[in-house]
């Protein structure tokens, strides 16, 4: 096979994922358009993602492979890590357990390079898409947004609540949206900030690609490309487990995008952001494993909030 390598630099952050990763790469090993480089910002215990950038290379893959031993751990520090040793002028963000479907490169590049000029795009998540909502949903959707629409996909509503793409036939392969995922996308590096995730975000950093977008969004379009599609092998890990710091960090986070990137601190605005909070606690007691780990949660939202509380204390 034929392997156009595209003038593009893919940042990918990974952390103990060796076996993981290789299957990333191998499945991009299979693409008909590779980037020209990849910058491993690697932040494992152990010497196995190393061996398996330098001295185990994937069959197939032309890409240059560069490994970098993560100066901090967290997917957004490892990012702004990588982007340092980024030589091309389009800019990649990967996940390190995405599998690519057939074409998903070139779609996605070809999307890019299209007119009118975008700033960045992202590929579809097969297993991670919006759904038509149900009746509460809806009504919650319109609660945020403040008025009625059609479809709320891709949108980034009231107290940056940010939906996924949705994925019909009657789209065309390239659809405007206001956000955009970090497990598969590219931007251009001019229409990124420097550095392009605030160091707010720390470990997990959890809604750091929902901030990237909206600035990025202040002067460029964004889209996905709706044909260009992957799965997402979703893998648990340590950062994940902690169930109560994943509950404090979406309040802690949320809050951020609403405050500092949306400018959104009216009264309204906490109005929203609380309902919306309670929203998700009830969604989550609703299913066995949510109704589990419902204390957990709900220590991890009042640890939230009185982190917030603390911070706009010390700040008057």
């Not at 002067?219 to 950062?239: C, E, M, V, Y």
Request: charged share 20%; with cysteine.
């Amino acid at each position: 096979m034929v392997v156009d390598r595209i003038p593009a630099s893919v940042v990918i952050p990974t952390r103990n994922r060796a076996n993981v990763l290789r299957r990333t790469l191998e499945s991009l090993a299979l693409q008909s358009s590779q980037p020209a480089q990849i910058i491993l910002v690697d932040a494992s215990d152990d010497s196995a993602t190393r061996s398996l950038c330098l001295e185990e290379p994937v069959s197939g893959l032309t890409t240059e492979v560069v490994w970098v031993a993560a100066s901090s751990v967290g997917a957004a520090s490892q990012r702004n890590q990588g982007l340092l040793a980024c030589r091309h002028a389009i800019v990649g963000f990967f996940d390190d357990d995405i599998l690519f479907r057939a074409d998903c490169v070139a779609r996605l590049w070809g999307a890019l390079k299209s007119g009118p000029p975008l700033g960045g795009v992202s590929a579809m998540i097969e297993n991670q898409r919006y759904q038509p909502p149900g009746t509460i949903s809806r009504f919650m959707f319109r609660l945020m947004a403040g008025r009625s629409e059609t479809s709320y996909a891709g949108r980034v509503l009231g107290p940056a609540v940010n939906l996924l793409p949705e994925d019909r036939e009657d789209l065309p392969e390239v659809v405007q949206v206001e956000w955009l995922n970090t497990t598969c996308a590219m931007y251009r590096r001019e229409a990124l900030p420097d550095p392009p995730f605030p160091d707010h975000f720390t470990g997990y950093s959890m809604m750091e690609d929902v901030t990237l977008s909206l600035i990025v969004g202040r002067r460029w379009k964004l889209a996905n490309a709706r044909t260009a599609r992957i799965f997402h092998d979703s893998q648990p890990g340590s950062h994940k487990s902690n169930v109560a710091n994943l509950a404090k960090m979406e309040l802690v986070n949320r809050h951020y995008v609403m405050t500092h990137v949306l400018s959104r601190s009216r009264w309204v605005d906490y109005w929203r952001l609380a309902i919306w909070e309670l929203f998700q606690v009830a969604v989550a007691a609703m299913s066995k494993e949510g109704l589990s780990s419902l204390h957990r949660i709900l220590i991890g939202k009042a640890s939230g909030l009185r982190f917030l509380i603390a911070a706009r204390n010390k700040s008057q």
